[in-house]
């Protein structure tokens, strides 16, 4: 079982969407990792990213849900399995008015007919 450490020794694929070329592993169990990602490749498209991830150009962070069809094939498998909480959703704050804008409104609809 790899362990977070190991992290330091495999190529990074940054991607340009996040604030830092950090990787941070938390669980509920353990103290928050921090650990640099060091790579040559940074990329502004998390498609970019997966597809260098899916051509062995190193590690990727994303989303399951964006790459679990690559998980089921087997085309990529997850590292550090036990440091990756579940991700239960975004969830979306906003203020009740009679006013509301029609434009929050069509998000909101939208976001419940695809929940």
């Given amino acids: 079982m790899p362990k977070a450490n ?8 940054a991607a340009l969407l996040v604030t830092s070329a950090t990787a941070v592993a ?12 060091n790579g040559s490749l940074l990329l502004d498209d998390v498609d970019l990213v997966i597809q260098a991830a899916l051509d062995g150009a190193g590690l990727a962070w994303v ?7 690559h998980l089921e094939s087997g085309a990529l498998i997850r590292v550090l399995e036990d440091w990756c909480p579940p991700f239960p959703g975004f969830f979306l704050y906003y203020p009740t008015r009679k006013q509301q804008p029609a434009a929050l409104t069509a998000l909101i609809t939208t976001l419940r007919l695809v929940a």
């Fill in 63 to 69: 989303t399951e849900d964006r790459i679990a069809k």
């Fill in 6 to 13: 190991h992290l330091i020794v495999h190529a990074g694929l």
């Fill in 26 to 37: 938390q669980t509920d169990s353990r103290p928050s990792l921090t650990i640099a990602v």
